[in-house]
């Protein structure tokens, strides 16, 4: 069993928070952008030990690789009450530090979208956060999303920026074979407008020369 020690900024204090749920992380004085905010702690298990959980605990989770999930069992924990916001002020750094994105001002709700950590559909829910650009439903799915991948550059979780990667990758290729099909398309009328010319010239060409005979 691999635990870690969380730890919660001393800027910061749970306070209950209804309309999410039950409680949220708040601050208590000013925060300056990238200052630390939160280390999360607990238990890192695999997938599998992960799907078995699901149905007979409590816990607070975090996905930190492709295949490892940070449990928290400890209930009331401050650091384990932070609340989504599809128009966050918090974001990662590495699998388990939340930084400031912005300045936060005394008695701001932190927030971070959970698309900068969730890769699997295990925590999907409507969202009621409130900001203008709100998804309504959040979803494992969100990080593939090409908007959020200049917004939340460099905080997204490791494991979702190497996906992220690849599919930039997938998608600078199939742009470059469909210029090159569309290349090769261009050049195929090309010579096809080229010989007809060609063949209506000598054509008319024959023609006259038949004519002056």
Known sequence: MIT???RISPKLEARECQRKGGYGVYAREYLQKGEL???WGGE???????QK??????????????????????????EDC???????NAGLQGQIILTALRDILPDEEICYD????DGSNYDEFECRCGASACRKII??????????????????????????????????QTNKNRQAGESRAYLAVDSRCVESVSNGFFSTTHRLMRKQS
């Open 4 to 6: 870690a020690s969380g």
């Open 37 to 39: 905010l939160i280390v």
């Open 44 to 50: 890192i298990i695999t997938r599998d030990e992960f």
């Open 53 to 78: 959980l699901k149905t007979e605990k409590e816990f607070v989770s975090l996905q930190i690789e492709e295949d490892f999930y940070l449990i928290s069992y400890s209930k009331g924990r401050a």
């Open 82 to 88: 932070v609340n989504h916001s599809c128009n966050p």
């Open 114 to 117: 959970y698309a900068m950590s």
């Open 139 to 172: 979803t494992g799915s969100d990080w593939r999303l090409p908007e959020l991948w200049t917004r939340y550059e460099g905080y997204f979780s490791p494991y979702l920026q190497r996906r992220i990667r690849h599919l930039q990758q997938e998608v600078m």
